[in-house]
């Protein structure tokens, strides 16, 4: 079995690099490539990577390579986890919005959407090389705003499923708390993709008792606070919202304190700067410590168990990602991309059946969906008519003059990665 990894220069690849050598029984991978243009970047991290491999007895092998169409040649399976502009133009998506009055950040808002103008393009160029080399190769994105690049993806009639970490970290968060495996915890987890609930907390399965209300009522205040959120508020909903909807639950609140701190990405370039230079140490040989607080926790065991089953090595048979509606939510398109439970296995992924969705929920899904669509739109055809409707479709912004102004600064900011522009 061979799998690439494009941006596999990218600081988080430690992380899925020792998912797979302790997984490897699940996904017996025998050649992995890391791809990716930035070779000093790549160099550390693959000399890392092999040290991983060696020191956990993994008899894979891995290359690093600057040569897309060798890097995925014949490979069973192409994971994408790229940032196109790098930690510099993240830093522009969070900070050019605050000055319109409007959230910041790299997947929600005005800078998801810039982050979607930029990749979009690429992605598909990437999708359609990989078409060309192995037609019957799975892509697996990672890359952020993965509901919107997935659909891209799927439009252009590539074998793609979309991949977040945030359920499967509220799966471990949720069995720690129950003193149970996390294989006993099936999530009613529905929604799109950074905007999504946990109606339920199954034990044993989809059918399993349901004991959401037991955890609210034990560790209400636990989850509350891991999700920056009032306990008054989640005790009101009933559910767990994604850390990500207290960019809508507290929009203003989140515009003031973003305002008076540095960036994340600020944070996360001085993180990579000092991993990196972990990296570059021969005695290391094991994931740092430090790479904990870069993010993507436990992204390695969920793209190990999607990979596993789209390539039909075992892993879970049910897990959440992103895919294709196909009536799912009877108020979105077939074509909409949704992040739910779904069975996957060869053929792809098929989503489970959800419960009937209070319009609280219902009603913000499909506004961001359509936002996605004429964002989508943007990302594929440009124009500074397809950016503005994008963002006064967005719920987050809304207002004329608002989606006038962060038009200009999209634009501004991102005229290098965008040809039309």
Known sequence: MKLAVVGGGSTYTPELIDGFARLRDTLPIEELVLVDPATDRLELVGGLARRIFAKQGHPGRIVTTSDLDAGVADADAVLLQLRVGGQAARNQD??????????????????????????????????????????????????????????????????????????????????????????????????????????????????????????????????????????????????????????FYAHDEVVEELGTKPSRAAEVAAMEKELLAMYGDPALDEKPALLAKRGGAFYSEAAVDLASSLLGSGGSAVQVVNTHNRGTLP?????????????????????????????????????????????????????????????LAHPLIGQFAQAEALTDKLIAHNREHLAWA
């Open 94 to 247: 969070e900070t050019w919005p605050l000055e319109c009055g409007c959230i910041g950040q790299e997947t929600t808002g005005a800078g998801g959407l810039a982050k979607a103008m930029r990749t979009v393009p690429v992605v598909l160029d990437i999708a359609e090389r990989v078409r060309r080399t192995n037609p019957n190769a799975w892509i697996i994105d990672f890359t952020n705003p993965v509901g919107i690049v997935t659909r891209a993806l799927l439009q252009a009639g590539h074998k793609a499923v979309g991949l977040c970490n945030v359920a499967i970290g509220f799966q471990r968060k949720f069995a720690r708390l129950l003193d149970v495996t996390p294989a006993e915890v099936h999530l009613d987890h529905v929604g799109l993709n950074h905007l999504t609930w946990e109606l339920g907390v199954r034990l044993g399965g989809p059918d399993g008792e349901n004991v959401l209300p037991r955890l609210l009522a034990e560790h209400g205040d636990t989850i509350a606070d891991d999700l920056r959120m009032p306990r008054a508020l989640v005790d009101r909903l009933g559910v767990v919202p994604s850390y990500y909807l207290r960019y």
């Open 331 to 391: 108020f979105l398109p077939d074509d909409a991309v949704i992040e739910v439970q779904a069975r996957v296995d060869r053929t792809g992924a098929v989503p489970l059946a959800v419960p009937e969705l209070d319009p609280l929920y219902a009603g913000l899904i499909a506004d961001v969906t359509a936002y996605e669509d004429l964002a989508l739109e943007a990302a594929l055809r440009g124009g500074r008519d397809r950016v503005f409707k994008a963002l």
